[in-house]
T-cell receptor
Framework: SQQGEEDPQALSIQEGENATMNCSYK?????LQWYRQNSGRGLVHLIL?????REKHSGRLRVTLDTSKKSSSLLITASRAADTASYFC???????????FGTGTRLQVFP | DVKVTQSSRYLVKRTGEKVFLECVQD?????MFWYRQDPGLGLRLIYF???????EKGDIPEGYSVSREKKERFSLILESASTNQTSMYLC?????????????FGDGTRLSIL
């Protein structure tokens, strides 16, 4: 039961540029979370945004949520080579306890 | 910081074997989860547990079972391993029930079934 779909599937940019990844989902949610996964490692939690929030910041990360469009975006500003990773959105639908993960965006940042 | 430790990074087993994947968390979290990750399919939930001796089926429980005898330890068992269970297995934990807290992941076990 895949809920979140990330777009694009892959993104290549130069260091210093901004990277924007999008996530769309199908049902009403309690919250949406973004995670990062470095190659061959586990996922690391980045940001959680609740359904009544529209925007959240953490360092160089900015997440927006539009519940009317059932979509979210993750913006990484002034990207670095160390940001190279896969990024996943995960949604928590109402009335469930289970996160549903998307298939991820692979970000490559070239020095 | 929360630490979730999976017993093996890489594991190779044979078809038909009984396989145990172990996961330990050190932050007294109530919830623990097992996912498998396959290219193009993202993470899929196999089983999860809210408390000791409790377990709930996820989206793809067939061919798997779990055990949670202690709060900090959650084991995934492949009863009779098959080649279609070759995958990356990820364990995670979160503070309490409800999905309103982040999940903390281990580094994964890459399992190959020959």
């Amino acid at each position: 039961s895949q809920q979140g779909e990330e777009d694009p599937q892959a993104l290549s940019i130069q260091e210093g540029e901004n990277a924007t990844m999008n996530c769309s989902y199908k049902t009403s949610i309690n919250n949406l979370q973004w995670y990062r996964q470095n190659s061959g490692r586990g996922l690391v939690h980045l940001i959680l945004i609740r359904s009544n929030e529209r925007e959240k910041h953490s360092g160089r990360l900015r997440v927006t949520l539009d519940t009317s469009k059932k979509s979210s975006s993750l913006l990484i500003t002034a990207s670095r080579a160390a940001d190279t990773a896969s990024y996943f959105c995960a949604t928590l639908p109402y009335n469930t306890d289970k996160l549903i993960f998307g298939t991820g965006t692979r970000l490559q940042v070239f020095p | 910081d929360v630490k979730v430790t999976q017993s093996s990074r890489y594991l190779v087993k044979r078809t038909g074997e009984k396989v145990f994947l172990e996961c330990v968390q050190d932050m007294d979290h109530e919830n623990m989860f097992w996912y498998r990750q396959d290219p193009g399919l993202g993470l899929r939930l196999i089983y999860f547990s809210y408390d000791v001796k409790m377990k709930e089926k996820g989206d793809i429980p067939e061919g798997y079972s779990v055990s949670r005898e202690k709060k900090e330890r959650f084991s995934l068992i492949l009863e009779s391993a098959s080649t279609n269970q070759t995958s990356m297995y990820l364990c995670a934990s979160s503070l309490n029930r409800g999905g309103r807290q982040p999940q903390h992941f281990g580094d994964g076990t890459r399992l190959s079934i020959l």
